[in-house]
T-cell receptor, first 114, second 113 residues
Framework: GESVGLHLPTLSVQEGDNSIINCAYS??????FIWYKQESGKGPQFIID?????DKRQGQRVTVLLNKTVKHLSLQIAATQPGDSAVYFC?????????????FGTGTKLQVIP | NAGVTQTPKFRVLKTGQSMTLLCAQD?????MYWYRQDPGMGLRLIHY???????AKGEVPDGYNVSRLKKQNFLLGLESAAPSQTSVYFC????????????FGSGTQLSVL
């Protein structure tokens, strides 16, 4: 899994299998978390978010789990498809002085094997 | 609806040259941001703006200046480029600055020789 400051890890998954991407965040006071997807040569794109008062949130084929006890966030992608190949990174958001301070992880590269 | 548009997409500069990156958004967002992305590091905030006519420093502002003369545009300037500014630059916007997702442009690859 990813964390701020580590080199980019890679996860290789067979098409059709489920993918789990992990993220360790740093600030226990962070109150909002987002997963972004970044395809090669493109900007990051919002996938799913979760607020700190939730443990789980589901979207279309994606689920985000939040474990505040160990400051861990995960993204689960069901039935992974070739189009899911990209870098995924988490962002933790802390409201401070009326403004959101966003800290981005370094990312995990997902490779889908056809 | 184009979202967030950045120009140019690629640029090569020599050390000491200046340039301006342009960001435009058509979503009527109040907040705009400039980030840089370097290998092995997360996106780092350079400068941001909470509305037309306002700018503020982010995490790594040195060597950069910004202007937000119009709500839809956010310009990033490099007055005297240095090799350490070789990076991919992303502009982003959000409706507010409170627990809001960011909408990103497609990036500018800048190389400073």
């Amino acid at each position: 899994g990813e964390s701020v400051g580590l080199h980019l890890p890679t996860l290789s998954v067979q098409e059709g299998d489920n993918s789990i991407i992990n993220c360790a965040y740093s600030n226990s006071a962070s109150d909002y978390f987002i997963w972004y997807k970044q395809e090669s040569g493109k900007g990051p794109q919002f996938i799913i978010d979760i607020r700190s008062n939730m443990d789980k949130r589901q979207g279309q084929r994606v689920t985000v789990l939040l474990n505040k006890t160990v400051k861990h966030l995960s993204l689960q992608i069901a039935a992974t498809q070739p189009g899911d190949s990209a870098v995924y990174f988490c962002a933790e958001i802390l409201l401070s002085g009326g403004y959101q301070k966003v800290t981005f992880g370094t990312g995990t590269k997902l490779q889908v094997i056809p | 609806n184009a979202g967030v548009t950045q120009t140019p997409k690629f640029r090569v500069l020599k050390t000491g040259q200046s340039m301006t990156l342009l960001c435009a958004q058509d979503m009527n967002h109040e907040y705009m941001y400039w980030y840089r992305q370097d290998p092995g590091m997360g996106l780092r905030l350079i400068h941001y703006s909470v509305g037309e006519g306002t700018t503020a420093k982010g995490e790594v502002p040195d060597g950069y200046n910004v202007s937000r003369l119009k709500k839809q545009n956010f310009l990033l300037g490099l007055e005297s480029a240095a090799p350490s500014q070789t990076s991919v630059y992303f502009c982003a916007s959000s409706y507010s600055g409170h627990n809001e997702k960011l909408f990103f442009g497609s990036g500018t690859q800048l190389s400073v020789l």
